[in-house]
């Protein structure tokens, strides 16, 4: 069974600052790890996701994360965030087989002030 | 194509009260997950399709919730006898065959039980 810890439920930061929002997982078998943003009443929305490969992974929105398989972490990052990425933010992890289900985090609210 | 499609989007029953979700997936797409989230907290895991078959529930879901995919293609949740901790966002998401390591997903059906 796969597990997720979001290790921050809240992120204040102001804007153009650089922010840090961090996961870690654990799993007993190989994994593909996503990041999601939720805006309110919204659905999720994928931002990015680490298949194989390069370990440092771009998204979409200036997002990027960073897959550490030694620290089990998958820290996603932004050099510069703006008002417009105020939301939730969710890490998943699902076992790279056909069809297994995402397992999510708690989610971290990030929190964007000019 | 239109993404993954839930409707309604809201629903506030009495307890007690049956009520009934639809998804309809990307149209290529012949995995269908639902998942519940509640105030708070990540998305939780229900159940998947993969085309009719539902291949596997989680413990979350209990006796009174029942999910279908008929035809393979739209899938319905009903809650029966609704009681106020069903009160949720219940979330649909749709991945494809081929190298569906995404899911995507709907905007979700919010339920309120008064």
């Known amino acids: 069974a796969q597990s997720v810890t979001q290790l921050d439920s809240q992120v204040p930061v102001f804007e153009e600052a650089p922010v840090e929002l961090r996961c870690n997982y654990s799993?007993?078998?190989?994994?593909?790890l996503f990041w999601y943003v939720q805006y309110p009443n919204q659905g999720l929305q994928l931002l990015l996701k680490?298949?194989?490969?390069?370990?440092l992974v771009k998204g979409i929105n200036g997002f990027e994360a960073e897959f550490n398989k030694s620290q089990t972490s998958f820290h996603l990052r932004k050099p510069s965030v703006h008002i417009s990425d105020t939301a939730e933010y969710f890490c998943?992890?699902?076992?790279?087989?056909?069809?297994?289900?995402?397992?999510f985090g708690k989610g971290t609210t990030l929190s964007v002030s000019s | 194509d239109t993404g993954v499609s839930q409707d309604p989007r809201h629903k506030i029953t009495k307890r007690g009260q049956n009520v009934t979700f639809r998804c309809d997936p990307i149209?290529?797409?012949?995995?269908l997950y639902w998942y519940r989230q509640t105030l708070g907290q990540g998305p939780e895991f229900l159940t998947y399709?993969?085309?009719?078959?539902?291949?596997?529930k989680s413990r979350l879901l209990s006796d009174r919730f029942s999910a279908e995919r008929p035809k393979g293609s739209f899938s319905t949740l009903e809650i029966q006898r609704t009681e106020q901790g069903d009160s949720a966002m219940y979330l649909c998401?749709?991945?494809?065959?081929?190298?569906?390591?995404?899911?995507?997903f709907g905007q979700g059906t919010r339920l309120t039980v008064v």
């Open positions: 149209s290529e797409h012949n995995r």
């Open positions: 680490y298949l194989s490969g390069s370990t």
């Open positions: 399709f993969q085309n009719e078959a539902q291949l596997e």
């Open positions: 998401a749709s991945s494809a065959r081929q190298g569906g390591t995404e899911a995507f």
């Open positions: 799993s007993s078998v190989s994994v593909y």
């Open positions: 998943a992890v699902r076992a790279n087989q056909a069809g297994t289900a995402l397992i």
